[in-house]
């Protein structure tokens, strides 16, 4: 069965930083290309970032571009966001997801990103 | 970016009724469309990629439809489990880009 497992979530400070992490098993994980989506309190569903199965190639929205990397360790089954300088406006659930690069195919529970002092 | 909107934002409708919603692209994504359902304070699940092959284990009552710019998901006959948010999602460019989304409630 495939699970997948986000940690990291919380009070970020704006202009602060955070890291959000994603464990993945029942598959895979280095098969697979992953992505982050989130979803703001009470509204859509917005992509963030995506990144191959190797993490050789990453992917990001214009919103968060500069501010925000993507990783991965294969080793570990783990994929990761580092979000820096955060806004108002990254407030969010943010859900990791197994990505076949056209579709979310998997998703996790998602974890709450609040930023505000 | 491509814009995706749906329509209607939200439908009213009684178990056992047949559903459409609409999903139009800005520009033509070829079938590389996406749908998905997801209920109050869970995690959106994938019913349909490509337009409209059903992803494995989603019942056949979901079906989806279009290509170019202009998609539909059905609901053949509602059951009481399907009562949610559904969203259209295109995978033809990035950034990848959703729709706002379709509540379907009970009449």
């Known amino acids: 069965e495939v699970q997948l497992v986000e940690s990291g979530g919380g009070l970020g400070q704006p202009g602060g930083s955070l890291r959000l992490s994603c464990s993945a098993s029942?598959?895979?994980?280095?098969?697979?290309?992953m992505s982050w989506v989130r979803q703001a309190p009470g509204k859509g569903l917005e992509w963030v970032s995506g990144?191959?199965?190797?993490?050789?190639?990453?992917f990001y929205a214009d919103s968060v571009k500069g501010r925000f990397t993507v990783s991965r360790d294969n080793s570990k089954n783990t994929l990761y966001l580092q979000m820096n300088s955060l806004r108002a406006e990254d407030t969010a659930v943010y859900y990791c997801?197994?990505?076949?690069?056209?579709?979310?195919?998997?998703w996790g529970q998602g974890t709450l990103v609040t930023v505000s002092s | 970016d491509i814009q995706m909107t749906q329509s209607p934002s939200s439908v009213s409708a009684s178990v056992g009724d047949r559903v459409t919603i609409t999903c139009r692209a800005s520009?033509?994504?070829?079938?590389?469309l996406a749908w998905y359902q997801q209920k109050p304070g869970k995690a959106p699940k994938l019913l349909i990629y490509?337009?409209?092959t059903l992803q494995s284990g989603v019942p056949s009552r979901f079906s989806g439809s279009g290509s170019g710019t202009d998609f539909t998901l059905t609901i053949s006959s509602l059951q009481p489990e399907d009562f949610a948010t559904y969203y259209c999602q295109q995978g033809n460019s990035f950034p990848r880009t959703f729709g706002q989304g379709t509540k379907v409630e009970i009449k």
């Open positions: 997801a197994r990505w076949r690069t056209r579709e979310f195919e998997y």
């Open positions: 490509a337009a409209s």
């Open positions: 520009q033509g994504i070829s079938s590389w």
């Open positions: 029942g598959f895979t994980f280095n098969s697979y290309a």
């Open positions: 990144i191959s199965d190797s993490g050789g190639s990453t």
